[in-house]
């Protein structure tokens, strides 16, 4: 029988055994203490692995790689479509045939764009089960016909075995969908169960009460010094795959803001920015240089410029000292008195650790997708520019990268998570752009520490590793948090919504005021949102793009959070909103708890009229500063240079 000793149930545990005991402490103590660290480190990394296991769905389904993405599917899994309930092989035979038309990969001219959003992931107490909740936004269409979107729910279960995660079952509910010409959206309002409650979304890896068995065989301290070691290095690579997503999404906070000293200084000294076809920017002055060609740093009024940062996975290097990743870019850009622009990158990126800070070595960005607001991609699709004269690259573009219509596959640098396999390609090559072998991210450190020489040194090692887990498991909680937020929002559940908060919350949003305790947060909802959802009525409350910083204890944390906000009524006018959530978490009675939550909106839209008529947007939804462009304020500083955005609140 496998039973799982969940970590957050072990964090008083873990710092109960104070430097004051741990010299008291004795071998068996401390291996049951790395019994328990390796239970929960494992428990860390599952909720990760579904994580990229689902991200890595988004991309295959985009890129039409088709047994990859049923591959994801343990043998005994389903899948719930429109279509009907399909088994793993149902389901590559369904996409093959009628997505990919009988290929790998999709025709030219088609977009089959699936983005994974706000994840909740919730492990059970046995280890080896875990549940998701998702949204997906999906663009599909043929250039030349059509422009659809479509956008849901996914409730999925996972089951693993030997770290290895797979879909267990995948169900998706409909949320809205509409030809993009529509004045908005048709809502579907299917509703999806949630499989977590609020308590449980902080606290993804639940409590626990059975005990933990014999550790085995007293171990010496050499011997345990070895196998709290690897562990060690496992708990710092959870840290170091969080600071590298935390360094991406930064990326793209500031590139919003077209804050251009500062996107620059998150690359190495020697870093590369590979711009399509546009060519390779070597070194950080010409990567700063670069970027004037998307306009002088700073917004104007009424300028919209978001790159939305979307499915990042990341793989850190056994080493720790270089990581690579791959995510998707939306964007949306515009000024007033032209058609704004929808577009999508993709990038592939290296990352190198230098002074014990993460930066950008190389940043490759392939433009998928370039198109006019008003027409769509039925009807519009710009081809990615060719070099600047203004503001020529060190060096050409080290491929020839063709942008929607066309279609190619950037390689990509990861196994497929639930094989361990390279991904299978269309067997002509000709749509790969990039190198399609996987790159080796070098090899684990040989620069092990000596075996601790006391029980004291063991129990202080043991002690720094248990740190690392708690800070991982803060994020993976605080993330969590954000995701529920936003989902119980949506289905006007205000006792949920509520219960998320802190007994002595604050809550500051910029349309209704301040309000402080839960109890209060409670009253407010209610008062202010009367009555049951409207059936004919939609919203998604997409809170994505997470930046969180956990405090060295591990205790609490400072997260920002985008608002990405969409909805309407059925066959109605639809409609965009946009803001930014700075918050902070805290563990409360054994589950992580919103203690903050201050909401600047920053922009609103009728969805048919777009961002760049502010006539139109005069009375939007809900009161905005746009046109107009405030400052927002950031939690934190540049994470490379430690400079001060022009508003930061710490």
Known sequence: ???????????????????????????????????????????????????????????????????????????????????????????????????????????????????????????????????????????????????????????????????????????????????????????????????????????????????????????????????????????????????????????????????????????????????????????????????????????????????????????????????????????????????????????????????????????????????????????????????SRDFPPDRPPAETYRSFPDFQIPAFHFTNPATGNPPRYPPDGTAIIGDPAIPQLGKASSDTLPAAATVEELASRIAETERLLKISLAYSASENLAGAYGYYLDEFLWDETADLFALDARRDLSSIGVETGRENIRKSLKSRYPGEKSKDFFTAHQLIQPVIHVAPDGLSAKMRVRLFQLGGASGKSGFWLAGVYETSTILENGAWKFRTMDLDYTWTADYRAGWTRIEDNSKGIIDTPFPEIRDLPFHYLNPVTKRKPPLFVP
């Not at 909740?120 to 998702?134: F, I, K, M, P």
């Open 1 to 387: 029988m496998r039973i799982q000793i969940p970590a957050l149930a072990l964090l008083a545990s873990f710092f109960a055994c104070t430097v004051s005991k741990d010299n008291t402490a004795t071998p068996g103590e401390l291996q049951t203490r790395i019994a328990r660290l390796e239970t929960g480190i494992r428990n860390a990394e599952a909720v990760r692995a579904v994580k990229r296991l689902q991200f890595a769905y988004g991309h295959y389904s985009e890129m039409g790689l088709w047994h990859d993405f049923a591959d994801l599917f343990d043998d005994g899994g389903t899948g719930h479509y429109p279509s009907g309930e399909l088994g793993k092989e149902g389901i590559r035979k369904l996409f093959l045939e009628e997505v990919g038309h009988g290929k790998l990969g999709l025709d030219g001219g088609r977009l089959y764009a699936h983005f994974m959003l706000q994840p909740v992931v919730t492990l059970e107490e046995d280890g080896y089960t875990a549940h998701g909740r998702w949204r997906v936004l999906a663009m599909m269409g043929t250039y030349g016909e059509s422009a659809l979107w479509a956008g849901g729910v996914y409730e999925n279960k996972y089951t693993g075995e030997g770290g290895i995660w797979k879909i267990r079952d995948l169900h998706y509910y409909s949320q809205y969908r509409g030809n993009y010409e529509q004045p908005g959206w048709t809502v579907d309002g299917e509703t999806a169960p949630i499989h977590y409650t609020p308590a449980g979304a902080g606290n993804p890896v639940p409590d626990i009460t059975d005990s933990l068995p014999p550790s085995g065989s007293p171990l010496s301290l050499t011997e345990l010094s070895k196998r709290l070691g690897e562990l060690t290095e496992r708990a710092r690579r959870l840290n170091d795959e969080d600071a590298v997503t935390n360094l991406q999404n930064i990326y793209g906070y500031y590139t919003d803001r077209k804050m251009w000293d500062d996107v620059a200084d998150l690359f190495a000294g020697d870093g590369t920015l590979h711009l399509g076809s546009r060519g390779i920017y070597a070194g950080r002055k010409s990567i700063r240089s670069a970027l004037e060609q998307y306009g002088p740093q700073g917004l104007r009024r009424g300028e919209l410029n978001e790159h939305i940062q979307l499915q990042i996975i990341v793989s850190v290097a056994p080493d720790g000292w270089t990581a690579r990743a791959r995510g998707t870019e939306f964007v949306m850009s515009g000024v007033p008195g032209e058609s704004g622009r929808l577009g999508e990158n993709i990038f592939e990126n290296e990352y190198t650790r230098e002074n014990g800070a993460w930066k950008i070595a190389s940043m490759r960005l392939y433009p998928r997708l370039s198109t006019d607001y008003d027409r769509g991609w039925a009807k519009d699709a710009n081809a990615e520019p060719g070099p």
